[in-house]
């Protein structure tokens, strides 16, 4: 069965510094990978996603990510943060053959420092 | 071009009655899911309609049964509640069929609390 770890419950960075937040699986085949934000009292918003091809995606708000099989991970980067990505972020892994299930890490909030 | 919609946007109930969520997706998109979110946790797949026919199932109790609309709303319904459905029910929406590598777009939820 799919699984997501993200080890981090908590992070606190300072404004303009960089951020990775972490982000391991488990699928035996080949996944899909998503990265979504939840603002409270808000839905997710997708970040990006991996699904083939260059191990490096990138994308919205200067966001991304690094796909590496070997290590089952897919962690998030941003280089430098700003007051306004503090949010929670979540990992999901998602599989051909599934339908449109997704499963989901528990999430890494993140707090932003001035 | 309106995001999907859910409602109500909040919601109290007691133990053993009944509730009915919402959703309606964006339009075009044939595909609805729906998770729920306990606080502190990450969202929990419940089910997955694609043309008004259940294409997947979570691990939940049949308690929990949803319906897809020929306008391809969606309802989410849940009786006998528990102190522990309280939580955010998600619904998402997408464009094409029931395959994972299709990008969800969520609404906002519900958030049901149960005393």
């Known amino acids: 069965a799919q699984s997501v770890t993200q080890p981090d419950i908590h992070i606190t960075v300072s404004e303009g510094a960089s951020l990775e937040l972490r982000c391991n699986y488990s699928?035996?085949?080949?996944?899909?990978l998503f990265w979504y934000v939840q603002s409270p009292g808000q839905g997710l918003q997708l970040l990006l996603k991996y699904f083939s091809g260059d191990t490096l995606v990138q994308g919205i708000k200067g966001f991304e990510a690094e796909f590496k099989r070997s290590q089952s991970s897919f962690n998030l980067r941003k280089p430098s943060v700003h007051w306004s990505d503090a949010a929670e972020y979540f990992c999901?892994?998602?599989?051909?053959?599934?339908?449109?299930?997704?499963?989901f890490g528990a999430g890494t909030i993140l707090r932003v420092k001035s | 071009d309106a995001g999907v919609t859910q409602s109500p946007t909040h919601l109290i109930k007691t133990r053993g009655q009944h509730v009915t969520l919402r959703c309606s997706p964006i339009?075009?998109?044939?595909?609805v899911s729906w998770y729920q979110q306990v606080l502190g946790q990450g969202p929990q797949f419940i089910f997955q309609?694609?043309?008004?026919?259940?294409?997947g199932r979570g691990n939940f109790p049949d308690r929990f049964s949803a319906r897809q609309f020929p306008n391809y709303s969606s309802e989410l319904n849940v009786n006998a509640l528990l102190l522990g459905d309280s939580a955010l029910y998600l619904c998402?929406?997408?464009?094409?069929?029931?395959?994972?590598?299709?990008?969800?777009?969520f609404g906002p939820g519900t958030r049901l609390t149960v005393l």
């Open positions: 998402a929406s997408s464009p094409t069929g029931p395959a994972s590598y299709n990008e969800q777009f």
């Open positions: 339009s075009g998109h044939k595909s």
């Open positions: 309609y694609y043309e008004k026919e259940e294409r």
């Open positions: 999901a892994v998602g599989a051909l053959g599934y339908g449109n299930k997704l499963v």
């Open positions: 699928y035996g085949a080949t996944p899909y």
